[in-house]
């Protein structure tokens, strides 16, 4: 093993990674101004599921996926070939379905006939339904309750588990997560769908155990800090990022790893178009997540500890005590030498003593001589 991994096993790699927060806080504040400036000006791309379309239903006994899809899609851009078309998908073992961007009743019809044709079907075995905007709107309205009641929940059990300090520290890593995963979709141009919203709920659990494991070694490093004068509160909480800094990066490979194949060999190599928005989501989520807990939450958690007077008075008692040896040697030992030198050096003008060796009085005692 070479030798940094050995460090960083062992935890002994000495990153300076709070002592460099402002870089890191810097980082996050440019990441947030291009999500907050791509959100506000490209947007996103809404799904048809968010703006409302048709959805074709026909039974498995049609033919394979790949048979339907190719006829229903031939249907519906044989009357619109401007539409929109999301991939099929199959319900139970029933039936599979096809939704398109919205389409006239004429158009509808056309498309059902074309169908029908096509895969040999009877008129009754083929439904032409009008998907709402209302059930997108359903799907967000609920997720954000659940985002919320999450972020709730997981403020009162940081609470209760740590204190409020590591608990606004894990939220404020959490919505840099959401923030930055939503940036990055919005310059992609991925579809958002119910998809994309499930795998945003996937991420924050990811996000909150890997916060949590770095904090619980933060506690451990920092229990009973204030009654110590060799080590402050940042560098206590910087080791543990150390010691966890391995753990971090095992755990973001093990997650990424299965997470990228899904997206960029499922999706993109084998063309399973339905799962590139659930592993774009998933992946960007996660490589955030793992930057966000290393790099952001214990530095935010350390800035807001900070604020606390007993641990502020702590930090400047230790840099105090450090500071006090380096004066020692210019103030206090020429004082000493010089009080010594005083006792033994001879007066100007006093005649020198001859034979007399260190250490040793340079006569006899009065009391022995004869």
């Not at 791309?45 to 033919?63: C, D, H, L, Q, R």
């Not at 029933?94 to 056309?110: C, D, F, G, I, K």
């Not at 010089?338 to 340079?362: D, I, L, N, Q, Y």
């Amino acid at each position: 093993m070479s030798g940094l991994a050995s460090r960083l096993y062992s935890g002994d790699a000495g990153f300076q990674i709070v002592g460099k927060r402002k870089l890191w806080f810097g980082v996050a504040g440019g990441m947030l101004l291009i999500a907050i400036l791509a959100m506000s000006i490209i947007g996103f791309k809404p799904g048809i599921e968010f703006e409302g379309g048709n959805e074709f239903t026909v039974p498995v006994s049609a033919g394979s996926s790949v048979e339907v899809e190719k006829a229903i899609d031939d249907a519906i851009k044989s009357v619109d070939a401007e539409a929109s078309l999301v991939p099929v998908q199959k319900v139970g073992d029933a039936a599979y379905t096809v939704r398109s961007s919205s389409l006239t009743n004429e158009q509808t019809e056309a498309v059902k006939e074309k169908i029908v044709t096509t895969l040999k079907l009877n008129v009754d075995d083929v439904s032409g339904n009008r998907v709402s905007q209302a059930w997108g709107a359903q799907v967000t309205e609920q997720a954000l309750i659940g985002l919320a009641l999450f972020v709730l929940v997981v403020s009162i059990y940081l609470v209760i588990r740590f204190e409020w300090q590591m608990a606004a520290a894990a939220v404020a890593s959490l919505v840099f997560d959401l923030v930055a995963t939503a940036a990055v979709y919005s310059l992609v141009g991925f579809e958002v769908t119910p998809s994309t919203v499930i795998g945003f709920l996937t991420i924050l659990g990811f996000a909150l155990y890997d916060v949590v494991v770095v904090f619980d070694k933060v506690q451990e490093n920092t229990r009973g800090i204030t009654g110590s004068s060799t080590q402050t509160y940042a560098e206590a909480a910087n080791l543990a990022l150390n010691q966890t800094f391995m753990r971090s990066i095992n755990t973001a490979l093990v997650a990424l790893l299965p997470v990228g194949g899904l997206l960029f060999i499922g999706a993109g190599l084998l063309g399973a178009g339905t799962l590139k928005d659930l592993g774009l989501v998933l992946f960007i989520g996660m490589g955030t997540a793992v930057y966000s807990s290393l790099f952001f939450a214990t530095p935010v958690l350390v800035w807001l500890k900070e604020k606390d007077p007993k641990i502020a008075n702590h930090t400047a008692r230790v840099l105090a005590r450090r500071a006090a040896p380096a004066k020692s040697p210019a103030g206090d030992l020429p004082a000493q030498v010089g009080a010594g030198a005083g006792s033994a050096a001879p007066k100007a003008g006093a005649k020198p003593t001859v034979g007399a060796k260190a250490g040793r009085p340079a006569g006899r005692p009065a009391g022995k001589r004869r």
